[in-house]
């Protein structure tokens, strides 16, 4: 079965210090991995994803993610957090469509970042 | 529109009472979602709409839940006989994504409808 675990519930970080969100994921044949960001009475935004190629991508607000085939992991990072980056993130998985899967998108529970001056 | 429009953003019933929500996904798009994000909850699947493939609905919770996507467009989740527990934020996505095989398309959230079952 297809899964998503995001093992913390939320992270804490002081401003200017790196950040690093964990996600780890299960899904059959090669993944298709995402991170999406939910601001505060906004809705989901998308953030970078994984296809195929460089195993680090690269996205929008200087976030980046590592996949890590061997550990199943798609972790999110960031060099230098900023009190702006506050908000849940969630990361997402989906796998090729063939017979008994239809390649749906599937979320993780979120993990809640705060960015403390 | 420019982006997915969901209708009522908020809506409080009684228990017991049928609710229908409204999706209007990105123009051309070929895929549509349907979450619910339940308070301090992560985003639960419910169904999956690809083109004029058959929905995957394995997330739905159960038989009171259904959906439908009229014309590859416009989509209606429906709840019969709401219970408290269907209190939640339900979230309509869409994507432009190709039928059968890579579907590598990001989703383009909704601002998704509020439900308030009392």
């Known amino acids: 079965a297809q899964s998503v675990a995001q093992p913390e519930d939320q992270v804490n970080v002081a401003e200017g210090n790196p950040l690093t969100v964990k996600c780890t994921y299960s899904v059959s044949g090669n993944p298709y991995l995402f991170w999406y960001v939910q601001y505060p009475n906004r809705g989901l935004q998308f953030l970078l994803k994984?296809?195929?190629?460089?195993?680090l991508v690269k996205g929008s607000y200087g976030f980046e993610a590592e996949f890590n085939k061997s550990q199943t992991s798609f972790h999110l990072k960031k060099p230098s957090a900023l009190v702006s980056d506050s908000a849940l993130y969630f990361c997402?998985?989906?796998?090729?469509?063939?017979?008994?899967?239809?390649?749906?998108?599937?979320f993780g529970q979120g993990t809640t970042l705060q960015v403390k001056p | 529109g420019a982006g997915v429009s969901q209708s009522p953003s908020n809506k409080v019933t009684e228990k017991g009472k049928d609710v229908e929500l409204r999706c209007d996904p990105i123009?051309?798009?070929?895929?549509l979602y349907w979450y619910r994000q339940s308070l301090g909850q992560g985003l639960e699947f419910l169904i999956y709409?690809?083109?004029?493939?058959?929905?995957?609905k394995s997330g739905l919770p159960s038989d009171r839940f259904s959906a439908e996507r009229t014309g590859g467009s416009v989509s209606t989740l429906t709840i019969q006989r709401t219970q408290q527990e269907d209190s939640a934020v339900y979230l309509c996505?869409?994507?432009?994504?190709?039928?059968?095989?890579?579907?590598?398309?990001?989703?383009?959230f909704g601002e998704g409808s509020r439900l308030t079952v009392l």
């Open positions: 123009s051309g798009h070929t895929a």
């Open positions: 997402a998985v989906r796998g090729v469509p063939f017979s008994g899967n239809t390649g749906k998108l599937i």
């Open positions: 709409f690809q083109g004029n493939s058959a929905p995957d």
């Open positions: 996505a869409s994507s432009l994504e190709s039928s059968g095989g890579l579907n590598t398309g990001e989703l383009f």
């Open positions: 994984y296809i195929t190629g460089d195993n």
